[in-house]
């Protein structure tokens, strides 16, 4: 099955053009021309989204897993175009886009047995004492309710599983909030096909046409103009820190602020504890240069730093990490400015002060090969560029004196999306040492394993203090996330006639 993009907005179930286009920048195969978006398509699918809130938020929770699973299945009814112009727009391979497709509908499959089993609303019921001295109580109920209109922003770097029928968009439609997306203009054709699947959901479930709305980018003010709009309540968006920042600011700035959950990306920094390094330390060499390889090194919770202590064992690790990366081949990354961003920020890092060369590479236009590089703790701790993100595959091995000079390292590091510990049982009490920072540092904390992974599920935290992301208190995977577009409401006294349906 080929897919062809007519390179249209979808807005309430219309597809709409422009007469300004912008042309795709495929990694291999045939560019397309988009319509470009507008502040005035962005205020009708606003408008629209309002008006479908009215209906799709009082749904019932079995409608919209009903709906949930009807995109999931048009989404795998589409699969083998899907996977077509998406490795052809972002250079990904077919094995990738095929697992994040399983990924996509996943979690839309899982978020529906979720609201069905209706424990999300976290209901309460706090029953009338009206003899209870010396003031009565009143009945008193409670449970999580939809805030309305969501604007969600597609990535770069997840064409399927973070954009248009993504973990925020599946997020805010479980929760009953209808969506506009703005799609990535890395994959503007992988964006419109997704937003054909979920226009025929709509369709078959007979959803409001506004729930959903698709506007492309290729300007600017489309983003701005979305988080600025009035009738748009919360902004789901996954990016770099200055884009994401500068749309946070905008929400704050509103005269109704509304929140912003920006995940902006991490270091992930993984502590290699003595005694592990000692039994298997060319083990976890090679271990971290695949994880740190791994798609191009376009992962969010890729792990761009090693902190070990100094010493024969340390040397073995980076040696082995060395040796595995130099045979790692030339990779495309998603994009033409991803790629000279990589290239740039490698330079930035090869330049510091003290920091040791072990492996430099040439970026050939949009393909990537690994950087490796080695600095004293001492260094790293005195020069802050170090420890800022370099979005690709590289590599920062921080070499600390001894084990207080680790804690000092841990210690300084701002936010961050995982961190973990590779340690054995001989381990254990720098390990409990180091657990009081490490937990304060990120959303997530590994043992003896990659972050690369990040597993759909109840328990799942991807997110963190800032700047990992904007609101330390929220998770943009798992179960969880859902909570992100609900706020609570408290009905006292209220009769059972005109109770809501999941409160009765």
């Known amino acids: 099955m080929t897919f062809t993009p007519h390179g249209k907005h979808l807005i309430a179930g219309e597809w709409i053009g422009t007469e300004e286009t912008f042309l795709s920048a495929p990694a291999h195969g045939t560019a397309h021309a988009f319509s470009v978006g507008s502040p005035e398509l962005v205020d009708a699918a606003a408008r629209a989204a309002e008006e479908a809130f009215w209906t799709y938020g009082y749904t019932t929770r079995a409608e919209r897993a009903a709906f949930l699973n009807a995109i999931a299945d048009e989404i795998e009814a589409r699969a083998e175009a899907i996977t077509e112009i998406g490795t052809s727009e972002t250079g990904l391979p077919v094995a990738r886009l095929q697992g994040?497709?399983?990924?996509?509908?996943?979690?839309?499959?899982?978020?529906a047995e979720h609201i069905l089993n209706g424990a999300?609303?976290?209901?309460?019921?706090?029953?009338?004492?009206?003899?209870?001295?010396?003031l009565p109580r009143p009945d008193l109920r409670m449970m999580q309710r939809p805030i309305g209109p969501v604007a969600v922003f597609g990535a770069s770097n997840f064409p399927l599983a973070f954009s248009t029928a993504g973990g925020d968009t599946a997020a805010a439609l479980a929760a009953g909030c209808p969506v506009v997306v703005k799609g990535h203009g890395a994959h503007p054709g992988t964006g419109e096909i997704v937003a054909e699947a979920i226009h025929a959901a709509i369709e078959k479930c007979g959803m409001p046409k506004g729930v959903f709305s698709l506007v492309q980018g290729g300007n600017r003010r489309v983003g701005e103009a979305l988080v600025q709009h009035p009738l748009i309540k919360a902004v789901g968006f996954t990016g770099s820190l200055g884009g994401g920042r500068a749309l946070f600011d905008l929400c704050a700035q509103r005269p109704e602020p509304i929140p912003f959950f920006g995940e902006l990306g991490a270091v992930n920094p993984m502590f290699m504890l003595p005694q592990?390094?000692?039994?298997?330390?060319a083990e976890l060499?090679?271990?971290?240069?695949g994880s740190l390889a791994m798609g191009a090194g376009q992962f969010c919770t890729n792990p761009g730093i090693a902190v070990v202590i100094?010493?024969?064992?340390?040397?073995?690790?980076?040696e082995a990490a060395r040796a595995a990366l130099s045979e790692t081949g030339a990779q495309v990354m998603l994009t033409d400015g991803i790629a000279q961003a990589y290239s740039k920020g490698?330079?930035?890092?090869?330049?510091?002060?003290?920091?040791?060369?072990?492996?430099?590479?040439?970026c050939d236009r949009?393909?990537?090969?690994?950087?490796?590089?080695?600095?004293?703790a001492e260094d790293w701790l005195g020069n802050h560029a170090l420890s800022e993100e370099v979005f690709g595959p590289l590599g920062l091995v921080v070499v600390a004196r001894d084990a207080d000079e680790m804690d000092r390292v841990a210690r300084s590091f701002v936010g961050q999306l995982t961190t973990t510990l590779h340690m054995d049982d001989d381990d254990a009490a720098l390990a409990r040492r180091l657990l009081p920072v490490l937990e304060r540092m990120a959303g997530r904390v590994l043992a003896n394993g990659f972050p690369t992974g990040v597993e759909v599920c109840d328990a799942m935290v991807h997110g963190g203090p800032y700047p990992a992301s904007t609101n330390f208190g929220a998770t943009s995977v798992g179960t969880l996330s859902i909570r992100r577009f609900l706020r609570p409401v408290c009905y006292q006294n209220l009769p059972a006639a005109i109770l809501p349906a999941d409160l009765a």
């Open 276 to 281: 592990a390094i000692a039994r298997r330390g």
């Open 366 to 376: 949009r393909e990537a090969k690994p950087f490796l590089f080695r600095v004293a």
């Open 346 to 362: 490698a330079a930035v890092i090869g330049e510091q002060a003290g920091v040791q060369t072990l492996i430099t590479s040439m």
């Open 285 to 289: 060499g090679r271990g971290w240069a």
């Open 100 to 111: 994040e497709r399983g990924r996509t509908t996943g979690q839309l499959r899982l978020f």
């Open 310 to 318: 100094a010493g024969p064992e340390a040397d073995a690790f980076v």
């Open 120 to 134: 999300y609303l976290d209901r309460r019921h706090d029953v009338a004492l009206p003899d209870r001295a010396p």
